[in-house]
């Protein structure tokens, strides 16, 4: 019914805090990197409101899909109350039993995958500072 709306709250909140560590933040920090035996390459690390933005973009396209389903389904309408359930006192404790349980858990849900693609891209930045043997 409206389980979009928790996700979409925490996009507009990672959105805004993804702008405030941006204009925060100072150079991106460069590293050297040298892949078997190859010349240096100097390249720059991710920087945090990158990462960020990740979150926010994975959040907006799940609310806006979440969306577009309940639009398809009729209970998001383009007139007030906009939400089919609102219009229903009984309905309306659904909504946000719906809210509470199934949209808290897709915003951790699409937290938790951040979090591992946080993982995954500091393992990769790690590697490639690490020097390499190279076995003849």
């Known amino acids: 019914m409206a389980c979009f709306l ?21 150079e ?16 720059e690390k991710i920087p945090f409101s990158r990462k960020m933005k990740w979150l926010s973009n994975l959040l907006w396209g799940g609310s806006g899909l979440l969306a577009f389903e309940h639009v398809w389904h009729g209970e998001l309408t383009a007139w007030f ?19 509470a349980t199934t949209g808290t858990a897709m915003a951790v849900l699409v937290t938790a995958v951040w979090a591992g693609m946080l993982a995954v891209a500091a393992s990769v930045e790690k590697k490639a500072v690490r020097p390499r043997l190279v076995r003849k």
Not at 11 to 26: D, G, P, Q, W
Not at 32 to 37: A, I, L, P
Not at 81 to 88: D, G, H, I, K, T
């Open 6 to 26: 928790v996700p979409a709250a925490e996009a507009v909140i990672t959105t805004i805090a993804a702008k405030v560590v941006k204009s925060k933040e100072k």
């Open 28 to 43: 991106p920090e460069t590293i050297q990197v040298q892949f078997d035996g190859t010349e240096p390459e100097a390249v």
């Open 81 to 99: 109350p906009f939400l089919s359930a609102a219009n229903n006192p009984a309905d309306l404790t659904a909504m946000l039993q719906e809210m």
